[in-house]
């Protein structure tokens, strides 16, 4: 017999791996830092290591934003019809946006309410561009236009924080429609006294820019922020030319005198309080 029978091999234990959730880390789209997803949401999704601002969700913008347990929902009228042009492409509409509510638990791409920000009373209107793009159609329209009459009917303060890819193509001439309804229900409001705030985060383009985004008596954007029309690889296809650095950032336009300030996600509710305590103290 061989010697090697007589060895007791050691017996090989199995271990079982706890599965580790998808969502415990995420990596930073600049930097390439892994971050820990609990840090991450506790920093309101801004980067810790190159300050890159992450998008953010809507229940947390409002978060960040209102204070505590002061959120009162405003009720948005729904259109007439859903899909007034049976539009269909590669899917329908409809099931686009069956698709969009099951992937984001909400109903249409903005929250409008009215809450309170460091104990004044406002109304806040928030697009959610997890929702088809945060794209405009009818239902974007009566958003702005009822946070629009709400402010004003109650003299109230309006903050938009934009997050849109422009128009929702499914809806045609409706959707182009909602950048006039919009920017008359704005002059109105604007016309009553109350001021008109604008945060404009990554990204907000096409209809939306060329509407109520940049209407604002005051317009604020996040660091590193897409902002403009149409987007810089359409720009430049069309002109034949190299852009500048940064072309369409928020620095950039602020550079230009296209922006009043770009504000880091920790001093956003301070600012848009100072700003609000001048704006409605003037107006006395």
């Not at 309170?116 to 406002?122: A, E, M, Y």
């Not at 006039?180 to 229900?185: C, D, N, P, S």
């Not at 928020?250 to 009043?260: N, R, S, V």
């Amino acid at each position: 017999m061989s010697w090697l029978t007589d060895l007791v091999r050691p017996k090989i234990r199995t271990t079982s791996r706890k599965e580790v959730a998808a969502n415990v880390w995420e990596k930073c789209p600049s930097c390439g830092t892994l971050l820990y997803n609990k840090d991450l949401t506790e920093n309101f999704r801004v980067c810790t290591s190159c300050n890159h601002h992450l998008r953010l969700p809507v229940s947390e913008r409002l978060a960040l934003l209102a204070d505590a347990e002061s959120i009162k929902e405003v009720d948005v009228p729904a259109p007439k019809s859903e899909d007034p042009l049976k539009f269909k492409d590669s899917k329908k509409y409809t099931d686009r946006m069956k698709a969009a509510r099951k992937k984001t638990g909400a109903d249409e791409a903005y929250r409008v309410v009215r809450a309170t920000l460091k104990g004044r009373p406002v109304v806040l209107a928030v697009m959610d561009f997890s929702f088809m793009g945060g794209s405009m159609g009818q239902a974007m329209g009566n958003a702005i236009v009822t946070a629009a009459n709400t402010a004003r009917e109650n003299q109230l303060p309006l903050i938009v924080v934009s997050a849109s890819g422009g128009a929702r193509m499914q809806e045609g001439i409706l959707s182009l429609m909602q950048m006039a309804r919009t920017t008359a229900a704005l002059v109105a409001l604007k016309e009553s006294g109350m001021p008109y705030v604008v945060l404009l985060t990554d990204p907000t383009t096409g209809g939306v820019t060329a509407s109520f985004a940049m209407q604002g008596d005051l317009l604020l954007a996040e660091p590193g922020a897409l902002i403009g029309f149409a987007g810089p690889r359409v720009i430049q296809q069309t002109i034949g030319e190299t852009l500048p650095e940064g072309f369409q950032r928020a620095e950039y336009l602020l550079e230009h005198g296209m922006l009043d300030r770009v504000v880091s996600r920790n001093e956003q509710k301070d600012v848009l309080s100072s700003y609000l305590n001048i704006f409605l103290h003037s107006k006395k």
